[in-house]
């Protein structure tokens, strides 16, 4: 990181929502805390759903911690650190490893995955699952006729 770059990020506003390009495929965003993955509340849990974890989006928040992404704001899927391994080391590790292959294969690996892949109602919640087992993109046209 550059001086200029690390002045930006030491400037960051974190209680509204910026995203900063730094670098090609580098980029800064903050959010302001919400409920993201439905921790806070009482959601259905889902067992399967489609998730880009790790392939599409990671974290790796200030202190080093690597998580597979955005929405573990509570840091439980801990990864490892970039401050003590390389990033390539941690992605290539066997708990990363098989934490993608469980993703990849649509079946949640853990609690915070089911609950952000979850619903606040069970029917909403089954239908996601029911969606992704049979590979019908939630928001498309034919998952908007069906009612529950």
């Known amino acids: 990181m550059t001086g200029d770059q ?3 990020v030491a400037g960051v506003d974190c209680s509204s929502h910026y995203m900063y390009v730094l ?3 580098l980029i800064v965003e903050t959010c302001p805390f919400t409920n993201w ?3 806070e509340q009482g959601a259905w849990p889902a067992f399967f759903g489609v998730c880009d974890g790790i392939d599409g989006q990671m974290v790796v928040r200030r202190d080093g911690t690597l998580l597979p992404c ?3 704001i509570g840091a439980r899927l801990n990864l490892g650190n970039c401050f003590e391994q390389p990033l390539s080391a941690l992605l290539a590790s066997g708990e ?3 934490f993608t292959k469980k993703l990849r294969s649509g079946r949640m690996p853990n609690q915070v995955c089911r609950r ?3 619903d606040l ?3 909403t919640s089954l239908k996601r699952q029911a969606f992704a087992l049979a590979n019908i993109p939630e928001s498309g046209s034919v998952t908007k006729r069906i009612v529950l």
């Open 96 to 98: 990363t490893k098989v």
């Open 6 to 8: 690390a002045r930006l």
């Open 116 to 118: 952000c892949k979850g």
């Open 23 to 25: 670098a090609d495929k």
């Open 37 to 39: 993955g439905n921790w």
């Open 121 to 123: 109602s069970f029917w």
């Open 70 to 72: 955005c929405n573990d």
